[in-house]
């Protein structure tokens, strides 16, 4: 075999790739011709491309492209919770840009891509931009909540937005230092669901850190905690990551060209519509397997209460253990219970399950109609239509748009995103911080034999004698 240079098995890579992908340059110019053949095969779909041309003189440079399909924003409107999380990724072109994405969720607590759009790089233009072209796509007349951006602030009263609790603890424990103690303690700080429990454990914080407690405390509540929220789905809906906000299929798409990335979405996007269609088709059952295991697990713990009835549909529910004073209220007829838990999430807690045990009917039947079979349907009941080659592709006549202008960064290139001072500073290396380390010399754990305060024993014991007969 002969010896490749470095430089020419890349060149060759990059080759090969423009064979498969066709040229990043040329795609540019066909974006036009792609959107005109999109929008006439689904009608009422928004595609939106911004090009920054100062004189007329000049080739129009792309800026942004925007795309959100018909089918998936009537599905998204039909059934979906009022929650969407919003995150944003590098492109791994020759070009660089970055891709933002919002996702919903769907009745079985899947991850469910609204729209995506490529935009010249995070900043609050681009992402109100985005976010302006998605709420004129999705309405404003429901109240919408949002995981936290500044953005958010200088928008409409209908909007909501939440802090990502991993990144609020990881603040913390950057100014406070961490340790399992405060971890837990402000967890379940954010879990609580009713006011007064919340304020208890705040209370148990101020005891154990109140520089901590008056950071918390200067955070509006109704922005990271489950007591002041006014919708929840699930403890997980705070979107945090871009490794959650994004579906596999979409971060494979972010290393090709600009025209393939939006056509392996596109087809992502028409393959999930049918195949989930057609296992919704042939579920037999009230509420999907997911919500199905999570009420599953609240009706085991709903053993540990006793209800006892206070006439109509109204029950009151204490713990079984005297030693446990909480007592609440639950009301069949309104689907409530004091605690909060069944006004958030539409499912039954423990408290409400005991109560319907009691009456003798099924905790399925009191669920929302967000986890419903009828509802999973209804989002993907509505088919993405297909599209031609690029050889029945409209013709679209502009100007040829050219690629935006990469901008490099001063300084050597970053090759590993900046880590937590918790995390691993290799991902095929595990830290030793928290280890124990066994000594050699005395066999105690806590130092290893060069640093043994006993006397080292004689070499002698390190050496195995093998004898042959």
Known sequence: MANVSVGKAYWVRRKAREEVHGRAIQQYAKLRDYCAEILRTNLRSKLSIIVDRPLLTHQPRFMRMYMCLDSVKQGFLAGC?????????????????????????????????????????ETKDSWGWFLDLLLDDIGESRRWIFGLMQVFAEMEPSVEHRLCLRHLYANCKKAYGGGTVLRDLILSIAKAIYVEEWERRMNLLKEKNRDCYDKLMGVDPKLWTKSHFTFMAKSDMLMNNISEAFNGRILEARDKPILT???????YWMSRFAEKKKKAEKYEGSILPKPKKMLDVIATRSMEWNARWAGELKFEVHHKNRMIMERFVVDLLAGTCSCRFWD??????????????????????????????????????????????????????????????????????????????????????????????????????????????????????????????
């Not at 919770?81 to 995150?87: F, L, Q, T």
């Not at 996702?103 to 469910?112: A, E, K, Q, T, W």
């Not at 993405?384 to 990469?406: H, L, Q, S, Y």
């Not at 290396?429 to 050699?440: A, I, L, N, P, W």
Request: some cysteine; hydrophobic content about 30%; aromatic content about 10%.
């Open 344 to 469: 958030l999430s539409g499912m039954p807690c423990s408290h409400a399950c005991s109560a319907i045990f009691e009456k003798g009917d099924n905790p399925e039947e009191y669920c929302s109609n967000y986890y419903s079979p009828t509802a999973y349907l209804a989002i993907y009941g509505k088919s993405i239509a297909p599209i031609n080659g690029e050889n029945m592709w409209p013709k679209v006549n502009c100007d040829n748009i050219i690629p935006p202008i990469f901008r490099v960064k001063h300084g050597r290139p970053r090759m590993v995103w900046i880590r937590e001072p918790d995390e691993n500073r290799s991902q095929t290396k595990y830290k030793r911080t928290g280890t124990s380390v066994t000594c050699s010399n005395c066999g105690q754990y806590g130092h290893n034999r060069r640093h043994c305060p006993n006397p080292i024993v004689s070499g002698t014991s390190y050496f195995i004698v093998v004898s042959y007969c």
């Open 81 to 121: 919770r009022p929650i969407i999380g919003v995150d944003g990724c590098h492109l791994k072109g020759d070009h660089g840009q970055q891709l933002l994405i919002a996702v919903g969720r769907d009745p079985n607590d899947n991850y469910f891509p609204i729209a995506v759009a490529a935009v010249e790089a």
């Open 261 to 267: 990335m939006f056509e392996r979405i596109r087809c």
